[in-house]
């Protein structure tokens, strides 16, 4: 079996040794030390201000999207989604469930996002934009310094998943004024799923979460910035994820998180260089490093999955109207140059 999908990914053998270990007990000054190492690191690998906070949630990357929205806005703001796809209109769907006044930019499949979308809404009184930097269900990467520069400019909270970005794509939460920034385990850090990660500004933290109660015990910041002062969490956390998160930023930090985004930049790019002569296409809009989605104009997406699949070989299907023409590959994982030729000579075969 060999994992082209976006989460699980193919783990590294340091971290599957790593969660092959009896789990240790977590409320001793031993786990405390990880955790707290864990939080330098990320924030080092995520370009975030030394003064930032960390929240480590045991949970998947949708709780923390919630979660984010939830601890910063309430019904006195008015928040401005980019909506390009599923988990877009998942943060649409979150402000609505919690009441908070919204706009969405909504986007077609293959419509890029561009300035003239943002320009409507310039002056217009909204307190922040939410946006899944990249679009995993059609694999569009948005342009971070227009974003920011809009963020800027109109004095807004900026909120980015980077879920299935992180690592993949060049980011620095500081440096593009990112407010809070939502990272999740099984994508490039390649862990297993269960652990979200959420990253505050002290300006989102201060203005924001710390005078809010939000309607929810599990998911109060405020909480988790308490206990994470001492290395820990107010309840039982993802131990073993911890654990392989603490081993995966080590070697990150060994290797510098920029290798990590060229070497996955080199295998997005070598496997669309590769099918370029195959039946199928890719979108025009910008991609990010992590995923290339491939179109199927004869709307065999489904037949073209399953030939892979009974080849151990697996990509991650779409749902709804996408269903039919479009596959996504990903770049992210313990993935080789020699798995996308392996990749590649399998869809020669099954789709010419």
């Given at each position: 079996?060999?994992l082209?999908t976006?989460?699980p990914v193919?783990m590294?053998?340091?971290?599957?040794?790593?969660a092959?270990?009896?789990?240790?007990?977590?409320?001793?000054?031993?786990?405390?030390?990880?955790?707290?190492?864990?939080?330098?690191?990320?924030?080092?690998?995520?370009?975030?201000?030394s003064?930032?906070?960390?929240?480590?949630?045991?949970?998947?990357?949708?709780a923390?999207?919630?979660?984010?929205?939830?601890?910063?806005?309430?019904a006195?703001?008015?928040?401005?989604?980019?909506?390009?796809?599923?988990?877009?209109?998942?943060?649409?769907?979150?402000?609505?469930?919690?009441?908070?006044?919204?706009?969405?930019?909504?986007?077609?499949?293959?419509?890029?996002?561009?300035?003239?979308?943002?320009?409507?809404?310039?002056?217009?009184?909204?307190?922040?934009?939410?946006v899944?930097?990249?679009?995993?269900?059609?694999g569009?990467?948005?342009?971070m310094?227009?974003?920011?520069?809009?963020?800027r400019?109109?004095?807004?909270?900026?909120?980015?998943?980077?879920?299935?970005?992180?690592?993949?794509?060049?980011?620095?939460?500081?440096?593009?004024?990112?407010?809070?920034?939502?990272?999740?385990?099984?994508?490039?850090?390649?862990?297993?799923?269960?652990?979200?990660?959420?990253?505050?500004?002290?300006?989102?933290?201060?203005?924001?979460?710390?005078?809010?109660?939000?309607?929810?015990?599990y998911?109060?910041?405020?909480?988790?910035?308490?206990?994470?002062?001492?290395?820990?969490?107010?309840?039982?956390?993802?131990?073993?994820?911890l654990?392989?998160?603490?081993e995966?930023?080590r070697?990150?930090s060994?290797?510098?998180?920029?290798?990590?985004?060229?070497?996955t930049?080199?295998?997005?790019?070598?496997?669309?260089?590769?099918?370029e002569?195959l039946?199928?296409?890719?979108?025009?809009?910008?991609?990010?490093?992590?995923?290339?989605?491939i179109?199927?104009?004869?709307?065999?997406?489904?037949?073209?999955?399953?030939?892979?699949?009974?080849?151990?070989?697996?990509?991650?299907?779409n749902?709804?109207?996408?269903?039919?023409t479009?596959?996504r590959?990903?770049?992210?994982?313990?993935?080789?140059?020699?798995?996308?030729?392996?990749?590649?000579?399998?869809?020669?075969?099954v789709?010419?």
């Amino acid at each position: 079996m060999k994992l082209f999908t976006l989460g699980p990914v193919e783990m590294y053998p340091n971290t599957l040794e790593a969660a092959s270990k009896q789990l240790p007990y977590f409320r001793t000054d031993d786990f405390s030390k990880v955790n707290l190492e864990n939080a330098s690191l990320i924030k080092n690998a995520a370009g975030a201000a030394s003064d930032s906070e960390v929240i480590f949630l045991t949970a998947s990357g949708t709780a923390a999207m919630e979660a984010a929205v939830m601890n910063s806005f309430d019904a006195s703001d008015k928040l401005l989604v980019i909506n390009g796809g599923g988990f877009g209109r998942r943060f649409a769907e979150i402000c609505g469930y919690h009441e908070i006044p919204h706009e969405a930019i909504e986007l077609s499949f293959g419509e890029a996002l561009t300035q003239e979308h943002l320009k409507a809404y310039d002056g217009k009184g909204f307190t922040g934009l939410l946006v899944n930097i990249h679009e995993t269900t059609t694999g569009q990467l948005y342009d971070m310094n227009m974003l920011s520069d809009f963020c800027r400019r109109n004095n807004l909270l900026f909120v980015v998943d980077a879920i299935s970005s992180f690592l993949a794509d060049s980011l620095y939460m500081e440096k593009s004024g990112i407010d809070a920034l939502i990272i999740s385990s099984q994508k490039a850090l390649a862990l297993s799923p269960g652990l979200s990660i959420v990253l505050l500004s002290k300006k989102i933290y201060e203005n924001r979460v710390a005078h809010k109660r939000p309607q929810a015990m599990y998911f109060d910041f405020k909480d988790y910035v308490l206990n994470g002062k001492r290395g820990q969490t107010p309840f039982t956390p993802a131990v073993g994820i911890l654990l392989e998160l603490n081993e995966r930023l080590r070697q990150i930090s060994k290797e510098g998180a920029s290798d990590l985004i060229s070497e996955t930049k080199a295998l997005a790019t070598h496997f669309r260089k590769g099918i370029e002569n195959l039946p199928i296409g890719i979108p025009a809009y910008p991609l990010s490093n992590a995923c290339t989605p491939i179109l199927f104009e004869r709307g065999d997406a489904k037949e073209v999955y399953t030939a892979l699949a009974n080849r151990g070989l697996y990509l991650n299907p779409n749902g709804g109207e996408l269903a039919s023409t479009v596959l996504r590959v990903g770049h992210i994982g313990n993935l080789t140059i020699s798995d996308n030729d392996s990749l590649i000579t399998a869809l020669r075969e099954v789709t010419e």
